[in-house]
């Protein structure tokens, strides 16, 4: 289980409790929510939008248009963090007018408002970053680089963005190389090859994280001469990285880091009787502290009640950086203010209005 992107739902579900307990927005109104796994797979991402744009009533309405009888289950929807798996929900919803807001796909090709005319997103656009990551190399006097990327729409986007700025910067690349985890070992060893006997000494890295960390894995079997890493914002301020002394002195552009008041209290009120209300809190607890939950099917031994949630030091409790989870925070409450400005005036939420996703 990815703890952080467990922190990020759970900030979703932490926003619409404030949201709902406010006078100001959607005064009377109470926000509910639906909260799938996508597990970083685009099948699954697919399947979760497909269940978003079903009705809820079971029937078939001979009179009427499809679009006049059809009802969403969901007004609008936060997420998907990558690139790739936003693109596969944001082409199906997109069909059917029901708003995506993304915390962290930062594709630049999300963008065209022509393919996903209803994706938005609180993250900037990895075309920014692109230019500025150029910038940043050029500032440096850094003239002669390696790249490589993930074989992803996040990293082949981004990267194509970087290597034209680079190319109006005057800096030339050495190589380019691309891999994705799922690829065979061959793939990832031949790109740290490349990088071993390459004459560049600066490596623009834009890589998921998931990426990053195979990569350096694989580095660190024959480590090279030291490298100086520009870091893509999907891995260069994630805390995993820290551990990696071949990522000392990394440098890249991130999001700000921010305060979510009540936030950190939110995420550590959690007992074994509520966790087991949830098959993610679930697995969270039994993988947090190696024991299983009673009434679940896990084969370790059983909690005992002495787990201390206040105790762990994983990505989940860790708050002390909210870079993309007040992106998180942004979004939903992006979605919480659309829908008010739709079903409400300056006084009062008019309970009965019946409206269509595509207005939010």
């Not at 900037?124 to 850094?142: E, I, T, Y």
């Not at 008041?261 to 679930?282: C, I, M, N, V, Y």
Request: proline share 5%.
């Amino acid at each position: 289980m990815d703890f952080r992107e467990l922190r990020f739902a759970r900030a979703m579900e932490f926003t619409i409790n404030e949201i709902n307990n406010r006078t100001d927005l959607l005064p009377g109104i109470t926000l509910g929510y639906q909260i799938h796994d996508s597990c970083a797979a685009v099948p699954m991402c697919i399947k979760a939008a497909f269940q978003f744009a079903n009705g809820l009533d079971p029937f078939f309405n001979y009179t009427d248009s499809c679009s006049k009888s059809a009802a969403a289950a969901v007004s609008a929807l936060v997420g998907e963090s990558a690139s790739t798996t936003s693109i596969s929900m944001a082409r199906n919803l997109g069909l059917f007018g029901i708003p995506e807001v993304s915390h962290y796909a930062t594709c630049a090709c999300l963008s065209d408002k022509h393919q996903f005319p209803a994706f938005f997103r609180t993250i900037p656009s990895d075309h920014h970053q692109a230019a500025a990551l150029a910038r940043m190399v050029k500032h440096f006097g850094w003239t002669w680089i390696g790249a490589v990327r993930s074989d992803t729409d996040y990293g082949n986007y981004g990267m194509a963005s970087f290597l034209k700025a680079a190319q109006e910067e005057g800096i030339c690349v050495e190589y380019s190389e691309s891999y994705y985890r799922t690829q065979p070992r061959s793939k990832v060893e031949r790109v740290a090859n490349v990088i071993r006997r390459s004459t560049a000494r600066v490596i623009v890295a834009f890589l998921n994280s998931g990426d990053m960390r195979f990569l350096l894995e694989e580095l660190a079997r024959q480590p090279p001469p030291p490298l100086q890493w520009i870091g893509s914002e999907a891995w260069v301020t994630h805390p995993e990285f820290l551990k990696y002394n071949m990522c000392a002195g990394a440098i890249g552009f991130g999001v700000p880091r921010s305060v979510i008041p009540g936030l950190r209290e939110f995420l550590l009120d959690l007992s074994p009787a509520q966790a087991l209300k949830s098959p993610l809190l679930t697995e969270f607890w039994e993988s947090s502290f190696s024991c299983s939950l009673k009434g679940s099917s896990g084969g370790a031994r059983e909690c005992d009640g002495s787990e201390d949630i206040r105790a762990l030091q994983n990505p989940y409790t860790d708050t002390s950086q909210l870079r993309i989870t007040n992106m998180v925070y942004k979004a939903t409450y992006a979605i919480a203010h659309a829908i008010h400005g739709v079903i409400c005036n300056d006084t009062q939420c008019d309970k009965s209005a019946k409206f269509t996703p595509w207005q939010v």
